[in-house]
T-cell receptor
């Protein structure tokens, strides 16, 4: 099955600086990589995702890069703001060859980001 | 679009009783719904996958007789925690996905406390 590792587990940055979170995955057949943001006590929200046919995707201050050869993908947040403080989870598909799996995801362990004003 | 609701948002029950949690997709047809459990400061742990009209598939170590899942329509899945015990206390979150799409959209979660 898919194994997803996420680093770092905590990240403290000064407001305005950049934050980078990296995830590695094990299944070379994986083709979809989402990132979720979860504020305390709330639902995970999909903030950006990337498919395996592209190497980078941007949406305003956030971007995701994918290196299929090395099997890792990263989330980049530029010009961080206090409202970016949250836990971020990466994920990758699991059981991808099993049709009945229904697009299951394996989640990384999460990164707690704190943006200091 | 892609709104998922969950009810109740929190519940307290006595040991030995059962609790039902509902997950609804409000503006799309959810062919697949997933149920997760999340412990404080931890990641999301998949409990089971339910496809509309068929039996749920459970992850290893999850007791299917304890966590009953029903996905009777394209917009509703329910999780019933039977004979709840204090160790079942947790944050339960559902997500929904439509056919052919990878994206999962999460409900707001249900905090269950068993006393």
């Amino acid at each position: 099955g898919e194994n997803v590792e996420q680093h770092p587990s905590t990240l403290s940055v000064q407001e305005g600086d950049s934050a980078v979170i990296k995830c590695t995955y094990s299944d070379s057949a994986s083709n979809y990589f989402p990132w979720y943001k979860q504020e305390l006590g709330k639902r995970p929200q999909l903030i950006i995702d990337i498919r395996s046919n592209v190497g980078e995707k941007k949406d305003q201050r956030i971007a995701v890069t994918l290196n299929k050869t090395a099997k890792h993908f990263s989330l980049h947040i530029t010009e961080t703001q206090p409202e970016d403080s949250a836990v971020y989870f990466c994920a990758a598909p699991r059981d991808i060859m099993i049709k009945a799996a229904g697009n299951k995801l394996t989640f990384g362990g999460g990164t707690r980001v704190l943006v200091k004003p | 679009g892609a709104v998922v609701s969950q009810h109740p948002s929190w519940v307290i029950c006595k040991s030995g009783t059962s609790v039902k949690i509902e997950c609804r997709s409000l503006d799309f047809q959810a062919t697949t719904m997933f149920w997760y459990r999340q412990f404080p400061k931890q990641s999301l742990m998949l409990m089971a996958t339910s496809n509309e009209g068929s039996k749920a598939t459970y992850e290893q170590g999850v007791e299917k007789d304890k966590f009953l899942i029903n996905h009777a329509s394209l917009t509703l899945s329910t999780l019933t925690v039977t004979s709840a015990h204090p160790e079942d206390s947790s944050f339960y979150i559902c997500s929904a996905s439509s056919s052919g799409r990878h994206e999962q959209y999460f409900g707001p979660g249900t905090r269950l406390t068993v006393t």
